[in-house]
């Protein structure tokens, strides 16, 4: 028998435990509450998409396979956007005392994001997403910039922006560490449950502890850390010494290293009078770059203490890269002349001359103010990315252009070309001149989809196999190709058990090392699964005419999919010892 006093003894530590345990509930439970009040006051409607989304995805989860999957995934995307969206408005309109232009902001704004979701969801997914997409990209910049910049447009300097960046990046870091942390501790305690008391455990509630701890908490978290009220405008510099280290030791030598490199370059290819190559464009990017960033760097310390050297290196750095801009400018042309327009040259050519602009810009206001720098940034690619004429359709319409421009030149009458046609019509140029034409066509297939190059090209033809039929002989040491196609009026019988049908048109080119193989393994990237071919099936159905080969049936990674090829074209080349695998195919994926 255990005696009185031990059990007094025990009975009270128990007490005291329960007592501790309950007061740290409550505490928590108080602070969450709070935390979610003060949210609620300062960010309501962003607090509303933060808890709709997570909503979505704990129920896209438990659907497993939504029979709408464009439905879906418009809806991610508009609840996505909405948080940061409702974020920015929020932050913005607590500089704005009229209630009245309050609601007229938040309304237009959210109105204009209801406006872009069911245009995307009436969007046909054959078209090209490539324009729609940029245009896009370039919005959702635009939106996560006016965080940081779109409150402080007032302030005499750039002070409190800067200081209500850092402590929202630091935040944001902090938060989406204790989400981690929450989301690692609790899938381990509930594994602990399976492993100790054989108790099985779903896998979609891991799926649900993730988008809860790494996705709703650290949004929770980082809209109750970040300032507010005076904390939001301190003028007062937030001076770091780690940042401040860092600048002036391992970025300032850095960018003095690519400085260094960049002029010996310079002198060298004006003593041989040579063109610089394409590829130090990339060089002078990662330089204004640094630039940038030392410029961001100093800037708090400029202000607070205007040490001379810092003032000197703030000015005239600008004023030593702007002399190598040169050498992008001289380079990006070059690649116009060597091989004409493209979406990216468009976008290099447009940094070049804003990097230009901001050295200039820099040197002239002696560094006084540094948030124009990414506001600029972000408005030159919203104007050349969302107008109805943008760098997209100039590039698709020059190289439209070009095209229409050969086939007058050439008097062709019959569109567009089947394959023998439009191999035959390529032999009436160079071989240079005939690559570069099938280049042209297959980079807007690339960008701009089938409907782009269906007035001059068939269905039928293998773009990709052409590619090293117009090399030099001495360019190409060996070339083997396979190409079929069945009639579009093949029948495929649909396989017992399988209820979902999807086309599937894949290009893929594989390394040295897979090109020893006697299979060929490619990918399937909208599925993530994975078809099979051997050189023995390719060579049989190589026999076929084109446009008569049976739809072949091709087995998947997974046991619940199978891929029917209606059109392939392989082509294996060696080229400087070295062999690589073009492959394209064309199919119907049955899944389960």
């Not at 913005?92 to 902001?105: A, F, G, Q, R, V």
């Not at 969007?123 to 779109?150: C, P, V």
């Not at 030598?253 to 004006?270: D, S």
């Not at 800037?299 to 607070?304: E, V």
């Amino acid at each position: 028998r255990v005696p009185t006093g031990a059990r007094l003894k025990g009975d009270t530590l128990k007490l005291e435990v329960y007592k501790m345990l309950r007061h740290w509930l409550q505490k928590t439970i108080q602070t969450f509450n709070g935390a979610l009040q003060i949210n609620l006051k300062r960010f309501p409607i962003t607090l509303f998409f933060i808890l709709s989304l997570t909503c979505y995805l704990c129920y896209l989860v438990a659907a497993d396979q939504p029979e709408n999957k464009k439905l879906y995934w418009i809806l991610g995307y508009y609840l996505s956007v909405g948080t940061l969206l409702s974020l920015s408005l929020h932050l913005w309109c607590e500089e704005i005392k009229s209630l009245i232009k309050k609601s007229i902001i938040q309304t237009g704004a959210h109105a204009l994001l209801i406006a872009d979701a069911f245009y995307l969801y009436s969007y046909s997914y054959e078209k090209s997403f490539t324009e729609i997409g940029i245009a896009h990209g370039a919005g959702l910049l635009a939106i996560g910039l006016s965080i940081f910049f779109l409150s402080f447009l007032k302030e005499k300097n750039d002070i409190p922006s800067w200081n209500f960046a850092v402590s929202s990046i630091t935040s944001c870091i902090t938060a989406n560490l204790i989400g981690c942390v929450m989301s690692c501790g609790i899938s381990l305690l509930i594994l602990s449950l399976h492993k100790l008391f054989n108790i099985d455990i779903d896998t979609r509630y891991y799926l649900y502890i993730v988008i809860i701890c790494n996705v709703c908490l650290p949004l929770l978290l980082f809209l109750g850390l970040l300032p507010s009220r005076q904390e939001k405008h301190n003028t007062l510099p937030l001076l770091h010494s780690f940042l401040n280290n860092v600048i002036h030791y391992l970025f300032l030598p850095l960018t003095g290293g690519y400085l260094i490199v960049l002029y010996i370059y310079a002198l060298r290819i004006l003593a041989s009078w040579e063109l610089p190559i394409g590829w130090v464009s990339w060089l002078v990017i990662a330089l204004m770059t640094g630039c940038i960033a030392i410029e961001f760097g100093l800037y708090p310390t400029r202000m607070a203490h205007g040490k001379r050297m810092d003032e000197l290196i703030a000015r005239w750095l600008p004023a030593f890269v702007l002399p190598l801009l040169c050498l992008m400018t001289i380079g990006i042309i070059r690649r116009f002349n060597d091989y004409g327009v493209t979406i990216n040259r468009l976008y290099l050519i447009t940094l070049n001359v804003w990097c230009y602009f901001v050295c200039i810009t820099l040197i002239l206001i002696k560094a006084k103010r540094i948030n124009w720098i990414p506001v600029s940034f972000s408005i030159i690619f919203l104007l050349t990315s969302i107008l109805p004429v943008n760098y997209s359709s100039i590039t698709q319409k020059t190289i439209q252009n070009e095209i229409n421009k050969e086939i007058q030149n050439t008097q062709q009458k019959k569109l567009p070309f089947s394959h023998e046609e439009y191999t035959q019509w390529l032999k009436n140029f160079s071989s240079a001149k005939a690559q570069s034409i099938n280049e042209k066509i297959i980079y807007l297939y690339e960008w701009f989809g089938k409907e782009s190059i269906a007035s001059w090209i068939d269905e039928n033809v293998s773009l990709y196999m052409l590619r090293t039929e117009f090399k030099n002989e001495g360019e190409t040491q060996g070339t083997t190709s396979y190409s079929g196609k069945s009639a579009s009026e093949a029948f495929i019988n649909i396989p017992d058990g399988y209820d979902k049908l999807q086309y599937v048109n894949q290009y893929y080119v594989s390394t040295n090392d897979e090109c020893e193989k006697q299979i060929l393994a490619i990918p399937l990237q909208q599925e993530n699964d994975t078809v099979y071919i051997s050189y023995q099936t390719l060579e049989k159905l190589n026999q076929y005419k084109y446009g008569e080969m049976p739809p072949t049936e091709l087995k998947c990674n997974s046991n619940r999919k199978i891929f029917y090829l209606t059109e392939f074209s392989v082509e294996n080349t060696t080229e400087n010892n070295k062999k690589h695998t073009q492959v394209s195919i064309n199919g119907y994926l049955f899944s389960k």
